[in-house]
């Protein structure tokens, strides 16, 4: 895209503490799929300490519930299409499909994705911010999801069914 480069966030409310028996597939699966990610086309970079981890940090607070906490992975690509790619294929498509045995499942937005300049990289309260505003507001330029999505230089309409040809 550009001068433009595809941020996401996508946090998820923990049903047992990390340490826990009932994570142990995915702890295991976090290092393979995260070096899966790291080659994939149109990645850019990761959240994550300095020495690599991800599920240390701490952010969306707020969010908890009374869960066991929540687990944040956000993440910078090139396009969309890079992004969806990745996250709908292979061993990450295989984790997908076994989040509920890890995490709530919940009816509010738990992933946004939105646009942010070539080369910056979005801090957590950057990205809680765009979790708000897509759960106030529904998918905007300013914080979308994958199934509608806009454009880094979107019109107002894009993104509503049918702008394109409203016949």
Same mark, same amino acid.
């Given at each position: 895209?550009?001068?433009? #480069?595809?941020?996401?966030?996508?946090?998820?409310r923990m %049903?047992?503490?990390?340490?826990?028996?009932?994570?142990?597939?995915?702890? +295991?699966?976090?290092?393979?799929?995260?070096?899966?990610?790291?080659?994939?086309?149109?990645?850019?970079w990761?959240?994550?300490?300095?020495?690599?981890?991800?599920?240390?940090?701490?952010a969306?607070?707020?969010d908890v519930r009374?869960?066991?906490?929540?687990?944040?992975?956000?993440?910078?690509w090139?396009?969309?299409?890079?992004?969806?790619?990745?996250?709908?294929s &292979? #061993?990450?498509?295989?984790?997908?499909?076994?989040?509920?045995?890890?995490?709530?499942?919940?009816?509010?937005?738990?992933?946004?994705?939105?646009?942010?300049p070539?080369?910056?990289r979005?801090?957590?309260?950057?990205? #809680? +911010? %765009?979790i %708000?505003?897509?759960?106030v507001? &529904? *998918?905007?330029?300013?914080?979308?999801t994958?199934?509608?999505?806009?454009? *880094?230089?979107?019109?107002?309409? +894009?993104?509503e *069914? &049918?702008?394109?040809?409203?016949?």
């Open positions: 895209m550009g001068n433009f #480069e595809l941020a996401q966030v996508n946090i998820s %049903k047992a503490p990390l340490d826990d028996e009932s994570f142990r597939g995915f702890v +295991e699966a976090l290092e393979p799929v995260n070096a899966i990610a790291d080659r994939a086309p149109g990645f850019v990761r959240l994550q300490t300095e020495d690599g981890d991800a599920t240390s940090i701490r969306f607070e707020w009374g869960t066991s906490g929540i687990l944040v992975n956000m993440s910078v090139t396009s969309v299409e890079a992004l969806a790619a990745f996250a709908f &292979g #061993e990450h498509l295989a984790i997908l499909r076994r989040r509920r045995e890890w995490f709530h499942h919940v009816r509010e937005a738990m992933t946004v994705l939105w646009w942010v070539a080369g910056h979005p801090t957590t309260a950057e990205a #809680e +911010e %765009k %708000k505003h897509l759960r507001h &529904g *998918p905007t330029p300013e914080a979308f994958l199934k509608q999505h806009f454009s *880094p230089a979107a019109d107002a309409r +894009e993104g *069914p &049918g702008w394109l040809c409203p016949a």
